[in-house]
């Protein structure tokens, strides 16, 4: 049985009381509270295994490598991927999508041939395509969305050609949290010959990953978005792509022999991992994997699913109140506006109240363009949120919506 309140006590900051009030966090899509065994797990590496990776032959070097290459192979096993050299470590999404454009986009592309992204896309997969396609004079276009919150798929593939040569879209926008069918995305790129890669930082701690199914040529996630640590994220591709792939950075570790005018490399996954690589970041990030694997990301899924269904049912109940997308298959978040109201201050008096959402554009400057809006606030969930804290954020927005507009 799923056990919030149980699963409640392994993360040590929802015990916490903000301006004297309890803790409501609903602000999950933009990091994730850590649970007691990933915080344990940094201490314990730095205070017992402490050694850099790949370069020692001592105990506790030995100790680190073997640890950092347990936990490629336990995400790559979590998100079903066909080898553990499939993953790359990088600081997180961001790098990882820069990593592929700035690799395999300057491999592929040439002038004349298309990148296509969606309207939805978060900054970190729009602006990499864009400056990408000004160095190669190519040519980037843009996937529609419906005011319904769903891709326009029907859009989509007219617009995919043999000039078509990436695809790069999010799995679930962190604007509206719909769930884009990124199979279908693909299997259509595929159908012209082009590459797909998918942002997954907003679908990996909500749903099971399956990238060998997918059959992406690339996805990437961050780690603190899934009760993981900060500036540690991962980039899956498919063995063939990063065999091929040149370098991103250049140093150490990265390098097979090097002279004073040459120098070759290692094979992938190193060769894209320069310098001294995150190896406490990885192996606590290893242990919020196995964390998801104990509770059961389908139990996560589900609990998840009921309370989206929830928030949804008495959000739309309050006055003013205006959801975002909701037509479509969503997850994990749910973006609003209220009437004559700025998403900035609602947050503002909401976190006097103890409860964290999120306000703004959530680096999403398109989407709100598309709705010819500003901004919007987010309230988004996790494995141990629960309806009393939906009811309490609830029960506060007619409250401070008269109060906001009184002010007006």
């Avoid at 996937?143 to 050609?161: K, V, W």
């Avoid at 209220?338 to 006097?352: G, N, P, S």
Wanted: net charge negative; hydrophobic share 40%; proline share 3%.
């Amino acid at each position: 049985m799923y056990d919030v309140n149980m699963i409640r006590q392994d993360f040590p900051i929802l015990q916490e009381r903000v301006y004297g009030r309890p803790l409501v966090y609903l602000d999950n899509a933009a990091t994730t509270q850590k649970p007691k065994c990933v915080i344990n797990a940094i201490a314990y590496a730095y205070m017992h295994e402490n050694g850099n990776v790949h370069r020692g032959n001592h105990f506790l070097s030995n100790c680190a490598t073997q640890r950092y290459e347990e936990a490629r192979a336990g995400i790559s096993r979590f998100i079903h991927a066909h080898h553990a050299n499939e993953i790359v470590f990088t600081r997180g999404a961001t790098e990882g999508l820069n990593l592929v454009a700035s690799t395999y986009g300057e491999m592929v592309l040439r002038e004349g041939d298309i990148v296509l992204v969606s309207e939805m896309e978060h900054h970190s997969n729009l602006v990499p395509w864009q400056a990408l396609c000004k160095r190669k004079n190519a040519e980037l276009k843009i996937i529609p969305f419906l005011d319904s919150g769903e891709l326009d798929l029907e859009t989509y593939a007219q617009m995919l050609s043999d000039r078509v040569r990436i695809v790069s879209v999010a799995h679930v926008s962190n604007a509206l949290g719909t769930v884009h069918p990124v199979k279908k995305i693909t299997d259509l790129a595929h159908s012209c010959g082009a590459a797909v890669v998918i942002d997954g930082t907003q679908a990996v701690q909500h749903m099971q990953i399956d990238v060998a199914a997918l059959d992406c040529d690339f996805y990437c996630f961050s780690g603190h978005k899934m009760y993981g640590p900060i500036g540690i994220g991962v980039l899956y591709g498919k063995q063939e792509h990063l065999a091929e792939m040149p370098p991103y950075q250049y140093g150490g570790e990265m390098v097979d022999k090097v002279g004073l005018y040459d120098a070759t490399f290692e094979n992938a996954p190193l060769r894209f991992e320069a310098g001294t690589p995150n190896y406490i970041g990885a192996i606590a990030l290893h242990e919020a994997v196995r964390y998801i694997e104990r509770i059961g990301i389908e139990q996560i899924a589900a609990h998840e699913k009921s309370l989206l269904e929830y928030t949804l049912q008495h959000l739309r109940k309050i006055p003013g109140v205006h959801v975002l997308g909701g037509q479509a298959p969503m997850a994990g978040l749910v973006s609003f506006r209220v009437d004559d109201i700025h998403a900035y201050d609602l947050a503002v008096l909401l976190d006097k109240l103890g409860i964290a959402i999120r306000s703004g554009s959530h680096c999403a400057q398109t989407v709100m363009a598309h709705y010819g809006i500003e901004g919007t606030a987010r309230l988004s969930l996790a494995c141990y949120n629960t309806c009393s804290e939906i009811d309490a954020f609830c029960e506060s927005m007619p409250r401070i919506c008269n109060r906001l507009q009184k002010v007006r």
